[in-house]
């Protein structure tokens, strides 16, 4: 299924951010691997909020950004109810790509400590010079094993043919294989914290 990002937006942020909230609800084990940027799911207001203005001017749409905030806000409640786990792959350039000023940057990576501590989330970071058992092509999401998100500049691919979805389970379990957890990977976000605070003053 091939969605365009114009067609999708054409009515506002809100929508879109809405419209995936059945799909979060009825999926119970999520895999995220993320080249770029931090994964909605785990994202601040603020953070959000400057992706969200990106996309309203890039793509010339209405401009219904707080609203779509607030959408997304709703959203993350799949990460405290229900029998759900959620195992994240975050790039170590994700603490990096600069989203914003060095304050939401700062508020979004110990956001992305606190949620470490949460029974239901798994996340783990390929160090930049890690050792490489896998070179994945994109980021993406896996919802159980029935579908798969990848997202292009213009468009989302919703993945649902099970030789592909197997290819994709098979990728990410290399890039598992690269991550490190723990107190590891705590230590590579608390250093992306001191960048960003060194560059703030």
């Known amino acids: 299924m091939y969605l365009e990002h114009r ?6 942020l809100k929508h879109l951010q809405e419209s995936a909230i059945p799909l979060y609800e009825r999926t119970t084990v999520f895999r995220v691997y993320e080249t770029t940027v931090i994964p909605g799911l785990l994202t601040t207001a603020e953070y959000a909020a400057t992706i969200f203005r990106f996309w309203t001017d890039f793509m010339n749409v209405p401009d219904d950004v707080n609203a779509a905030v607030a959408a997304r806000m709703e959203r993350q409640k799949v990460l405290y109810t229900g029998n759900r786990q959620f195992t994240f792959i975050l790039e170590e350039q994700t603490f990096h790509t600069r989203v914003g000023g060095p304050d939401i940057m700062i ?11 949460l029974p239901a989330v798994s996340l783990s970071v390929i160090p930049r010079r890690a050792e490489r058992h896998s070179l994945a092509h994109g980021s993406f999401w896996i919802f159980d094993n029935s579908r798969v998100n990848v997202e292009t500049v213009s468009a989302s691919l919703a993945i649902t043919q099970p030789r592909e979805i197997v290819l994709y389970t098979r990728v990410f ?3 598992q ?5 723990g107190q590891h990977a705590r230590r590579l976000i608390s250093q992306a914290i001191a960048d960003h605070a060194a560059e703030a003053q």
């Open 7 to 12: 067609r999708q937006l054409s009515s506002g």
């Open 107 to 117: 508020g979004q990576l110990d956001r992305l400590l606190a949620v470490m501590s």
């Open 173 to 175: 379990e290399r890039l």
């Open 177 to 181: 294989q690269s991550a490190v957890t």
